[in-house]
């Protein structure tokens, strides 16, 4: 008959506190991958919007004295939609990525 091995308390407390340790560690490590993951889709997204809205200043062409290229396209835009927005109608993307004409 085998005999079970006694350890001594002290090793069994600090082997019960190392998986502990362990188990605490490891849910660490996946709330730091889950931060870096939510991090990284942020950045995507505000790279997107900052591509988009760079497309935007540059397609303004003719830069008005006093004003930047924003307030040039913010006023190009209100003017438009002022103006019941006929011309941004008549060249909204269809739903399939269209032009509608």
Known sequence: MARLKREHPETVAVSVRNKALEAE???LK??????????????DRAEAAEAKYNE???????KHENESRHE????YIQEAERRGGEGAK???PDVDGGVKT
């Open 90 to 92: 008549r060249a909204a």
């Open 56 to 62: 935007l200043l540059l397609s303004v062409e003719t």
């Open 72 to 75: 040039t396209a913010l006023r």
């Open 30 to 43: 996946a709330a730091v991958e889950r931060a870096i993951t939510q991090r990284d889709r942020e950045q």
């Open 25 to 27: 560690a490891d849910r």
